[in-house]
Every structure is written in structure tokens, then in C-alpha cells.
């Protein structure tokens, strides 16, 4: 059974960091896309950064490029999200997405993703 579970999520103020993590379990880990995206109130799920696996290509959303790093540790089956220089517009429900795939220039359809985690809540307040 296919399992993400992340955790990381919180209370931050605007220009502070957080780094989310994802832990996966119940397929082979290696050569599949893992996304993370996010859902604030009232918006539509957006694709926010996502990882091939396999090798370590790395995608992002242009509104977190150069503040929000995706990495992962395959040891650990792990996806990590580094999200520095926050801002309330961060603010939303994190989710964490596997795609039994290369993650390639779709990367942030959400609807390519067949699996997902249960969300972490992410808060940018002062």
C-alpha cells in the first residue's frame, strides 16, 4: 500500500522558513516524480516543486523559484521542501503527490499524480 506522509508544517512569521518533509513507503522509490502542492482556501491545488527520483531533476513553480528548495533523501524514501523567505501568500494546506512517472514539463498537472498524502498545514502570519 502506497503511503505519504508529511509533516513539517506550522506557525511562521513573513520572511521565516520551514521545511516540510514527505515520507514515502510501499513502492519502489526510485524513477517516479514527487510533487509537492499546495491548496489555500478557495483556490484551485497548485503544483509548487516536484523531483524525479531517479536522478534528481528538480521543477518549480516560478512564485517559489529562488525561495523554496525540493530535495530528497533516498535512503530514507524522503522528499523534503525547504521553503525559505515565506510571505502570507504561502499560506495553505501543503500536499505531497507521487507520479509513477518522469516528471517532466507537466509536472504540475495534479490530476497526472496517483497518489497523495494527507496535507500539512502551512501558516505565514505576524
Known amino acids: 500500500e502506497v503511503q505519504l506522509v508529511e509533516s513539517g508544517g506550522g506557525l511562521v512569521q513573513p520572511g521565516g522558513s520551514l521545511r516540510l518533509s514527505c515520507a514515502a513507503s510501499?513502492?519502489?522509490?526510485?524513477?517516479?516524480?514527487m510533487g509537492w502542492f499546495r491548496q489555500a482556501p478557495g483556490k484551485e491545488r497548485e503544483g509548487v516543486a516536484a523531483i524525479y527520483t531517479g536522478g534528481g531533476t528538480t521543477r518549480y513553480a516560478d512564485s517559489v523559484k529562488g525561495r523554496f528548495t525540493i530535495s530528497q533523501d533516498n535512503a530514507k524514501n524522503t522528499v523534503y521542501l525547504q521553503m525559505n523567505s515565506l510571505k502570507p501568500e504561502d499560506t495553505a494546506m501543503y500536499y505531497c503527490a507521487l507520479r509513477k512517472a518522469t516528471c517532466g514539463g507537466v509536472w504540475y498537472f495534479r490530476d497526472l499524480y496517483n497518489y497523495w498524502g494527507q496535507g500539512t498545514q502551512v501558516t505565514v502570519s505576524s
Open positions: 510501499g513502492f519502489i522509490y526510485s524513477s517516479n516524480c
